[in-house]
């Protein structure tokens, strides 16, 4: 099983990959377990298949939407991995937001405000991942009859890098609002890059219709550059809580566990 990351000049996106690639090893032992990068780092998704000491292999694009990378850089990996001795199938994306993704952005954001309240105030590169310490998070437990997280938030912004695909971004925006439905609070969705909402300026809008606590909550898989500037703003606009990517959170292992389950039994046809 092949990891596909996007890959990054920060050195974290790295250690982020090769975290969750450790925590799938863990949960599936069963599975010979890889990290591979399209840009900046390596080693690239086609020198593993190569290498592989295996007849079959699963690739899994560490991405949360179906952007560029998805269709058009994912499908030339299989099309040159034809010539190996080596049957690939690809799945799909680990988006758009689903019960899985949904529970880990909930856990991490009240990592988050938890955090706030205690008065930390850091923002380390890869979060902890304390497995069932938030149990309402993970089986859905509604919010607090106010109507606001138990540590007073009442409104969340979800933040992603950003992409020039607009069916992409129209799942990203579908996840903001789910993620606001679950919650149980005004949600806006923002942008690190390209056209739309920055981060600041959704925390600005949240606050502008009342909300005084606002969170923000990160649709990145890890850290780098664009996660930093999309917390940057949001804090300089007053968000109170800033959450960490989701790395390796016990979710994400089960979400990837869950799309290589599903490809081996139905592979996923990727566009030409």
């Known amino acids: 099983m092949v990891l596909v990351a996007h890959g990054s000049r920060d050195p974290r996106a790295a250690v982020a990959t090769e975290a969750l690639a450790r925590a799938v090893r863990r949960a599936h032992s069963e599975w010979l377990v890889e990290a591979s990068y399209l840009d900046h780092a390596g080693p690239r998704p086609l020198d593993v298949l190569?290498?592989?000491?295996?007849?079959?292999?699963?690739?899994?694009?560490?991405?949360?939407?179906?952007?560029?990378?998805?269709?058009?850089?994912?499908?030339?990996?299989?099309?040159?991995?034809?010539?190996?001795?080596?049957?690939?199938?690809?799945?799909?994306?680990?988006?758009?937001?689903?019960?899985?993704?949904?529970?880990?952005?909930?856990?991490?954001?009240?990592?988050?405000?938890?955090?706030?309240?205690?008065?930390?105030?850091?923002?380390?590169?890869?979060?902890?991942?304390?497995?069932?310490?938030?149990?309402?998070?993970?089986?859905?437990?509604?919010?607090?009859?106010?109507?606001s997280l138990p540590w007073g938030l009442d409104g969340v912004v979800l933040a992603s890098a950003g992409t020039r695909d607009e069916a992409a971004r129209a799942t990203v925006a579908d996840a903001a609002a789910a993620l606001g439905r679950r919650l149980g609070l005004p949600a806006a969705v923002a942008y690190a890059s390209g056209a739309g909402p920055t981060p600041g300026e959704a925390v600005t809008a949240l606050r502008a219709a009342g909300a005084r606590r606002v969170g923000m909550s990160a649709y990145f898989l890890a850290p780098g550059l664009l996660y930093d500037l999309a917390a940057r703003t949001a804090r300089e606009a007053g968000a109170v809580a800033i959450a960490e990517p989701l790395t390796a959170a016990q979710e994400l292992v089960r979400l990837v566990a869950a799309r290589v389950e599903s490809a081996l039994s139905h592979p996923v046809p990727l566009a030409a």
């Open 50 to 147: 190569a290498s592989a000491p295996a007849s079959r292999a699963v690739l899994v694009p560490l991405l949360l939407t179906a952007a560029y990378h998805g269709r058009v850089d994912l499908p030339a990996v299989v099309r040159a991995a034809e010539s190996l001795p080596i049957s690939v199938t690809a799945t799909d994306v680990l988006g758009p937001a689903s019960p899985l993704l949904l529970s880990a952005l909930s856990r991490r954001l009240l990592t988050a405000t938890q955090s706030s309240t205690a008065g930390s105030g850091s923002l380390p590169g890869v979060a902890p991942d304390p497995a069932g310490s938030l149990p309402w998070a993970l089986d859905g437990v509604l919010p607090d009859s106010a109507g």
